[in-house]
């Protein structure tokens, strides 16, 4: 589809130097990935594919994002470089990552990923062109941290070469992927994606599509509980997170990981969680009502805890490798 006209920054075409799969060295990875939308985590895909030896091209949607996408790649990969991750010189990484305004660029490779907003109409329209200009035999990810993967295949020729990659943020640090197996994704997807999750040195997760795929549903069970618990007087928020940090080695305390996901977000997931599965998912009128006051968590300033800057007041600094599963569901979104 469509070609943004202006000034693209670098609009590549396939088998240009600047895309250089020959200079690539792709071990259990497609040579060419698409990544659609050079964001937040548009970017760290595309890092993460090309470290791992893909030539990796990026569409934006327009020559600003595109622009501003191929300096995060690039930022994270001088990262990976100055950190002693990759032996590769930046030059040669960086050959390997193209951007473009042009979906037809996507048209050489084996596996594109959607990274775009979290919104039913955009992804559905983006997949449909995405696959307009594929061959029949690419695969179609999506990084979708909530929407259904069926509901988003619907709108496809070629479900079944469809499935949700769902990397976590920030990419570089965390070492989960969960790879969501719709009704009808072929059957020889799984043991290709479990081998380019592993040649991404992460480790996947296999879930049937389902409402919070693996992860939320799990983090948000017992986040829940633990509203309840902090709502009956059993015993302080501090506590609270204390006893699943040191007592079941959780890095993060659920009431602290839900500061930083943001009470908002997390209650957005809830009253689709309990729309779906049922009502142990029923927001705590703790939540609720921390929400209607305002009280979101780090970025508000105040949810379980009071946050100074990035740090919580009475509890120690958070880690950044969480996935801070980004925008609230939306009606037919999935957590
Ligand atoms: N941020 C997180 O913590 C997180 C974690 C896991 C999954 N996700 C999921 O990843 C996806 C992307 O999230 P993000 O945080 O990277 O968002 P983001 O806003 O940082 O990036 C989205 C990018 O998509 C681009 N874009 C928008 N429409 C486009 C189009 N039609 N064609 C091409 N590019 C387009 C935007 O310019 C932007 O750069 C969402 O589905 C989100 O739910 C996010």
Redo the contacts with the bound molecule.
Sequence with gaps: MSTVPGKAPRTVLPDTPEHDVEASRVEGVPARVGV?????????IAHAFCLAGSAVVV????DD?AE??LARVTQALARSVDRGTTAEPLADLARRVAVSTD?ASFSPCGLVV?????DLD??R??LR?VEDVLDDGAWVA??????SVDALADALQRPDRFFGL????PVPASTLIEVVLGARTAADLEAAARSWVGALGKTPVVVRDSPGFASSRLGVAIALEAMRMLEEGVASAEDIDAAMVLGYKHPVGPLRTTDIVGLDVRLGIAEYLASTLGPRFTPPAILREKVARGDLGRKSGRGFFTWDDAAPSSAPRPRPDL?????APVKGERT
């Design positions: 659609l939308g050079g964001g937040r985590m548009g970017a760290g569409v934006e949607r327009d994002a501003a996408g979906y959607e990274a775009v907003p979290e955009l992804k329209q983006a062109a999506t990084n979708t941290s909530s929407l769902h990397f976590f943020n996935d801070t599963s980004p925008a």
